[in-house]
């Protein structure tokens, strides 16, 4: 009888932050099928129950801890606990997240505040809790997944943005500060918009209809480059053609993109009928609702149609260009 072969994170232990749903669920499941052994955090312990069910059945270990990584007891909390659980940490997934959209003025500052703490304080107490575990170890990855957010701004996403573009200082800070640590890591992934369910967890002051906008990706091929990035880490990864696209636009033309968006934006918001009340989302608390990887898209079509749709929105942005050429 020949012998199995292991599969490729066998015997090695992965933490994953924002485990409960979208992203964050995609990832612990593709972990999992490559055997590593998973310590799940979230705030919502049900559906954090609901992905350890799923990643067991691939017959690796996994500890749930409820957890809130805003708070930094209880990212130090987290740490030992998974220390306890294994005795090491080989890689940890920062990817817990939240968002808000509206007029900036018009969103509470309690709301505002609290994605600042999740996204980015949550990332930084993070790094802060994991960091001394791989210098002990003289090992370890730190995966960040941040969003084309880092490099160019969500219209009527403030907070959002700021957090982001805070995230990706603190990655290039910390990568030059481990470059003495040849098998430290720290990793960055900006990847476009995903058909994840966090839109729907979103809190919403815009009165519009929240879904994500084309062109989307599914979050089961991105929580693939997160595994691929684990095992060859690199500095930065852009996973999707969207990413690098509007990131190389933004770089060009940041004005034109900036006022392009923000316009359709208001536009939506001004020519909408049917105003949505205005909800807090999961920023205060855990998601309620959809728990799952899958959330809604603006348009339920095919990749080939969806790719048709992407590409629009790219001519209306060169359309920009062309007219703020013009004027200048």
Not at 177 to 206: M, R, T, W
């Amino acid at each position: 009888m020949k012998n199995r072969r292991r599969p490729p994170f066998f015997g090695e232990t992965v933490v994953i932050t924002g485990a409960s749903s979208g992203i964050g669920k995609a990832t612990a499941e593709a972990f999992a099928e490559q055997g590593a052994d998973l310590v799940l955090a979230a705030r919502g312990e049900e559906a954090l129950n609901e992905t350890a069910k799923i990643c067991r059945k691939f017959g690796v270990e996994v500890l749930t801890v409820p957890t809130d990584i805003s708070v930094a007891k209880e990212a130090n909390r987290l740490v030992e606990e998974a220390l306890a659980f294994s005795g090491k940490i080989d890689y940890w997934v920062n990817n817990a997240g939240v968002l808000a959209f509206g007029k900036f003025e018009e969103i509470p500052s309690e709301v505002t505040d609290q994605i600042v703490k999740t996204n980015l304080l949550g990332y930084m107490h993070s790094a802060h809790a994991v960091l001394p575990v791989f210098k002990r170890q003289k090992k370890g990855v730190l995966l960040n997944n941040i969003s084309i957010g880092g490099w160019m701004p969500a219209p009527y996403g403030t907070a959002y943005t700021a957090s982001k573009y805070g995230v990706r200082g603190m990655v290039e800070t910390l990568q030059g500060e481990v470059s003495d640590f040849p098998d430290i890591h720290i990793c960055a992934l900006y990847p476009g918009f995903q058909k994840s369910s966090g839109i729907e967890h979103a809190a919403n002051y815009s009165g519009i209809k929240l879904s994500t906008p084309p062109p989307a990706f599914d979050p089961r091929k991105l929580a693939n480059s997160i595994v691929k990035m684990a095992k060859n880490p690199k500095n930065a990864v852009y996973p999707d053609w969207s990413a690098v696209v509007f990131k190389n636009l933004y770089e060009l033309f940041p004005n034109t993109v900036r006022d392009v968006s923000s316009a359709a934006m208001r536009m939506l918001m001004k020519t909408n009928k049917d105003r949505k009340e205005d909800t807090v989302g999961n920023i205060l608390e855990s998601s309620k609702d959809n728990t799952g990887i899958d959330g809604k898209t603006l348009l339920s079509v095919s990749s080939r149609k969806l790719a048709w749709a992407g590409a629009g929105i790219i001519g209306l942005l060169a359309l920009g260009l062309v007219f703020s050429r013009k004027k200048s």
